[in-house]
C-alpha cells in the first residue's frame, strides 16, 4: 500500500527531532489513500557516523510485526536525506507527555497500559531472537487510540548465531552513551558472563520509574558513579508516602534518587500512593542478578495489570488534558495545506486550542 516513492507523500509540520538531532520527524500524508502518517528524515550529512545503525534500524524493524512494535510502511532515499514512514502515533512519546502534561508522573493506570504493551512488544522481539537493548520513555510511542509501540530499534542485537540461539552476548552497542541510564548492570560490566533479554527487563524497571516520578533514574548522577552504583546492586524506586521516608535527609527541590525535582514535584510525590503490585513489579524487574528477574512474557501475568481489565477509562481519559493527534479524512483530504486542514479539524472536534505535537 506504501510505495517507496517520494512523489506519493506530502509533507507538512515539523512534530520533533529526534536521534540527537540527526532526524528530524514530520506530520506527511500518503496521497495515493489520503491516510495521515509520520515521516522521519536522516540527514545523511549530519549523520554519517551513524549510518550503519540508521540502515540497521530500517532492517530490524521491518522485519518484525506486531501491534506493539512501530512498524515501518516504507523508506526511500531523497537528495540527501533518508526518508521512513511509519504510523502517525497520536499521543506522541512517553517522554514528550511526561514534559508537557505529566511533570509528576503519569497515572498509574495509564502507567499499567503502556507497560504491559511494552512487554508485549517485548516478549515478541525476544521470541524472533532480538534483545532490544535501549527501551526507555522516548522510545514508547501512544496511538490515538491509546496503544503503546516500542521504536529505537537500531541499538537491538541478534541473539541468534548461526542457527543457535546463545545464552548469552557480549557485544556493547555503539553510540549507546544516552541509553547508559537504563541499562542493566550486566550490560554496563562487561564481564565474561555477558548478558542476555533480561537486560531488557531491567531498562523496563527503570521505564517503569521514569514514567511513574516523571525524572529519569540517575540523571543527575555522574556517569560514573551511576555505572558503580548500579553495579552494586543500587536500583531506582517509584516514589510515593511510602518510599519517601527513605530520604528525609533531603531537602525538598534537592536530588531525589540523583534526579532533580522541583518543590511542587516534592511535595505531589509525598502526597501520592503507588499500589504495593506496582512497588513489586519495580522490584522484580530491577533485580540486580539477572537469573531472578522474571521474562517479558511471565510479567504479564503480574497482578499489577489485573486493574487495566477491571478499569472501564480509555487512555485518551488517563492521558487528559494531552490530546490525541487523529486521522483526519474527509473534506478535508482536497485542500493542499495538510497542517492549517489537521488543525481546524481537531479545533472543531474538541473546540479546544491545538497542542503541541511531539514524538
Not at 507523500?9 to 532526524?23: K, P
Not at 514512514?85 to 508537557?100: I, K, R
Not at 532480538?130 to 542485537?157: K, Q
Amino acid at each position: 500500500m506504501f510505495e517507496a516513492d517520494p512523489t506519493h507523500y506530502q509533507t507538512s509540520s515539523l512534530l520533533s527531532t529526534c536521534c540527537d538531532g540527526i532526524a528530524s520527524v514530520y506530520l506527511g500524508r500518503h496521497l495515493p489513500s489520503g491516510s495521515m502518517v509520520a515521516i522521519k528524515k536522516f540527514n545523511l550529512d549530519n549523520s554519517k557516523e551513524e549510518e550503519n545503525l540508521i540502515q540497521r534500524e530500517i532492517i530490524v524493524t521491518r522485519q518484525l510485526q506486531h501491534p506493539n512494535v512501530l512498524a515501518y510502511h516504507t523508506a526511500f532515499v531523497t537528495g540527501l536525506e533518508v526518508c521512513v514512514v511509519s504510523p502517525l502515533m497520536g499521543f506522541g512519546s512517553c517522554q514528550s507527555l511526561l514534559a508537557e502534561h505529566f511533570v509528576d508522573g503519569l497515572p498509574e493506570l495509564a502507567i499499567a497500559h503502556i507497560v504491559r504493551d511494552v512487554l508485549q512488544g517485548l516478549e515478541y522481539i525476544h521470541r524472533k531472537g532480538y534483545i532490544h537493548r535501549a527501551v526507555r520513555a522516548s522510545h514508547i510511542l501512544v496511538s490515538a487510540c491509546g496503544r503503546a509501540c516500542l521504536s529505537g530499534l537500531r541499538y537491538a542485537c541478534h541473539i541468534v548465531e548461526n542457527g543457535r540461539w546463545q545464552r548469552s552476548i557480549h557485544s556493547f552497542p555503539h553510540s549507546s552513551a544516552r541509553n547508559l541510564n537504563w541499562l542493566s548492570p550486566e550490560m554496563l560490566e562487561q564481564n565474561i558472563h555477558g548478558y542476555n533479554e533480561k537486560s531488557d527487563v531491567y531498562s523496563v524497571g527503570v521505564t517503569l520509574c521514569e514514567l511513574a516520578n516523571g525524572v529519569v533514574p540517575f540523571a543527575d548522577m555522574p556517569t560514573t558513579l551511576m555505572l558503580i552504583e548500579k553495579v552494586r546492586g543500587c536500583a531506582p524506586l517509584l516514589f510515593d508516602c511510602t518510599t519517601l521516608p527513605l530520604y528525609e535527609d533531603l531537602e525538598p527541590g534537592q536530588n531525589v534518587q540523583n534526579a532533580s525535582t522541583s518543590n511542587v514535584q516534592y511535595k505531589a510525590m509525598q502526597q501520592r500512593r503507588f499500589s504495593e503490585a506496582s512497588h513489586q513489579l519495580a522490584e522484580l524487574c530491577l533485580q540486580r542478578e539477572p537469573t531472578l528477574r522474571p521474562s517479558a512474557g511471565q510479567l504479564l501475568a503480574h497482578s499489577f495489570f489485573k486493574q487495566c481489565k477491571r478499569s472501564g477509562a480509555t487512555m485518551a481519559e488517563l492521558l487528559h488534558p494531552a490530546l490525541p493527534f487523529s486521522d483526519a479524512r474527509g473534506d478535508a483530504q482536497g485542500s493542499d495545506d495538510l497542517a492549517s486542514i489537521l488543525v481546524a479539524d481537531k479545533l472543531a472536534e474538541m473546540e479546544l486550542e491545538p497542542d503541541q505535537w511531539d514524538f
